[in-house]
C-alpha cells in the first residue's frame, strides 16, 4: 500500500476532529442524555429512585444553556453582508441559487446526512447554498468557511432573514428554496418565496411523526408539516411509506418519490474487498436505540457465534450487555471504512421494526453497495427491492438471510448501475429542476 500523502493525513485528522466534534455534540445533547437516564432507570432500581431529581437536574441545566436566545446582532450582520455578496456573485455568475432550511448540524467537511450531502453535492455542480443548520446555544460562533459559494446561518439567525432572502433581486437566477423539516414558523415563508419567483419543495427526509413519539423531534407539529405539503410546489420523499402518507395528509397535493445516495467517488477505483473467514458482518452509522435493534442483533449473535459482528458508530446505550461476537470499533473517519468494510462478508441494518423504520431509505445501503457488499436488514419497505439485499421479520430470519448474505458474491456491474442512477451528483441535477427563474 502506498504512503498516505501529507494532505490526506491533514484530511483524515480533519474529517477524525469533526467526528469527534460530533460525537461530543451528540451526547452532550439534552435528547441523548434524557434516553441515558430513561434507559438507566429501567434497567436499575437504584437509577429509577434517583430519577426525578436526575430529571429536574438535567432540565434546569438545558434551560441555563440555552440562554435568552438573542443572537449577536454583529453576527445577523455578518450573515447579512455575506449573503449580499453571494447573491451578487449568483447574479453576475447566472448560478443557480439554494436557499436549505435544513435542520442539521452545520456542513464541517465531513460526509453527513442528506441535507449536508445534498449541498456538497450542488456546490460541486456550480450551485450557491445558503445552509441553515442547528446550534445548541446562541453565543456559538460561525463555522469555519468550507466553500466560496456556501453561506452557512444559524436557524435562529435563519428565521430573522428569510423574508429578506426571499426578497432579495435575482435577475435571470434559477432559485429554489428547501424545507428539509417541518420547524413550526418555517411554513410562514413558503407563499412569500412562491410570489417572489423561487421554486419551494419540502424535502420529507423522516417521518417526523414517528421520531416525536421516541423524544427525537419535541418540535413536531403535525398541522406544520400538512401545511407545508399543501403549500409547497411539490414535496419530495425518501421512500414509498412517506409518499403515501404525505398523499394522505394532503390529498392532491404533487409528492414524488426522492430517495437517499452516494456520492459518485465514495471508494477508490482499486478498492478490492477481500472477506475474512470465518465470515465478519459488519454495520457502520447512529447506534442510538431509539432505532438500533439492540435486543434483535444479541440474538442473531447468539444464533450464529461463527459470525463475527463488527460495529462502527457512536450513541451506544451504557451499559451494554453483549455476546463475545459482537465487537464494537467506535466511531471512524468515513475515509477508512472502506478497510473494514473490504473484509466484511456481508453488511447489516438492524433497526427496529415499526412506523420509524417503515419510512427511511438509510443512506447506508448505497455505500454499503459501493463497498460491493450485500445487506441484510430488518424489515424496511423501501430498501425491499434493492439489490443484494434481504429484509426479513424476525432474528431468526436474520440468521437464514445472513447464511445467504455471505455466500453471496455481488455482481459488480449490477450494483455499479444501481449507483450510477443513485448518486448525489444525480439527486443534484433532480433537485436543482424545481428552481425556477423568477424576474423581480
Known sequence: MH?????SQHELQAQLQALRQEHQ???????????????SAIRSPRHLIRLPLDLWRLWRERRAAMGPGVADPQLVAQIVDQWKSLAQRAREEQTPLVVLF?????VQGTRGNRPIRQTQALLRSGAAVFFSYHRSRTDEGLPEPQHPLLLQSPVDITLRLLETL????LHGCRKLFVVSYPLP????FVELFRRRGWGVVYDCRDDWEEFAKVGMA???????????????????CVSGPLVCKMQRLAPGSRVVL??????????SADYRRQPLQPGIVGYFGHLSPAWFDWDGLKRVAEMRPNL????????????????????LLGPKPWHVLHEYAARWSAAMIPFRMGPLADGVDPIKIYEYFALQLPVVSFRMPQIAGYPYTWTVDSPEAFCRALDDACRCEPDAGMLADFIASNTWEVRAVQLLDWAKTGLE
Request: net charge negative; aromatic share 8%; charged share 20%.
Open 3 to 7: 504512503e498516505p500523502s501529507d494532505q
Open 102 to 106: 435544513s435542520g442539521t448540524t452545520s
Open 166 to 169: 426571499a426578497n432579495t433581486e
Open 258 to 267: 426522492m430517495p437517499n445516495a452516494v456520492e459518485r467517488d465514495y471508494v
Open 25 to 39: 455534540r451528540v451526547t452532550s445533547s439534552f435528547s441523548y442524555r434524557l434516553g441515558l437516564l430513561l434507559t
Open 218 to 236: 419535541r418540535w413536531f407539529n403535525a398541522s406544520v408539516e400538512r401545511q407545508l405539503v399543501r403549500s409547497c410546489d411539490a414535496t419530495l
Open 308 to 327: 463475527r459482528f463488527e460495529i462502527i458508530g457512536h450513541s451506544e446505550p451504557a451499559g451494554l450487555q453483549l455476546p463475545a461476537n459482537i465487537v
Open 185 to 188: 414558523g418555517v411554513e410562514r
